[in-house]
């Protein structure tokens, strides 16, 4: 086992991970617009055709 962070909790981050039901279309498409878009909204891409390990990206490069 991997040793422990100083100060490293469970409770660091309480309300940034949460589970919920994808009920509808529209709900999957907006988990999956969340998903495809973080790498922008984090600054680790310009723009999402650039972002790496993203299903946006993939779609975006099989249709050119």
Do not use: Y
């Not at 498409?29 to 946006?56: C, F, Q, W, Y």
């Amino acid at each position: 086992m991997p040793p422990a962070l100083p100060n490293a909790s469970a409770q660091r981050w309480p309300d940034q991970f949460k589970c919920q039901a994808l009920a509808d279309e529209r709900t999957l498409a907006a988990a999956m617009a969340h998903v495809d878009l973080n790498p922008v909204r984090a600054g680790i891409a310009d723009k999402r055709e650039d972002s790496e390990h993203t299903s946006v990206a993939l779609r975006l490069k099989a249709s050119e």
